[in-house]
């Protein structure tokens, strides 16, 4: 009988956090945004998760014995948290997608 996605995504983070538990626990953090968090968002907040993302993005494909479905869950996750501070800080702030494109990772 198949496993049912959530529980076999629960069990690839749990292998990842028994494996490395400072990279797994940035991967468990990339869930969704809730309203509190975005009205508190800054650029450097936007910043932060841009090169949390951007990492994870790299260091995602070197993940051994993870079906390739959580790692790009994991991946679009965190670039969707991104997105959504970026999103909030253009309507609410009212920056402009070309000010916020001009911060940078290092």
Do not use: N
Not at 60 to 76: E, N, S, T, Y
Not at 84 to 102: F, K, M, N, P
């Amino acid at each position: 009988m198949p496993m049912p996605r959530s529980l076999r995504k629960w069990v690839c983070l749990m292998l990842l956090a028994a494996a490395e538990p400072s990279w797994a626990q940035d991967l468990v953090e990339c869930k969704r945004i809730d309203q509190e968090q975005l009205a508190a968002a800054t650029t450097e907040t936007l910043l932060f998760l841009r090169c949390r993302a951007r990492r994870i993005s790299y260091e995602a494909p070197r993940l051994k014995g993870v079906p390739q479905r959580v790692k790009d869950d994991l991946m679009f996750a965190c670039l969707d948290q991104a997105d959504a501070v970026e999103h909030q800080l253009r309507v609410r702030h009212g920056y402009t997608r070309e000010t916020l494109a001009r911060e940078r990772c290092e």
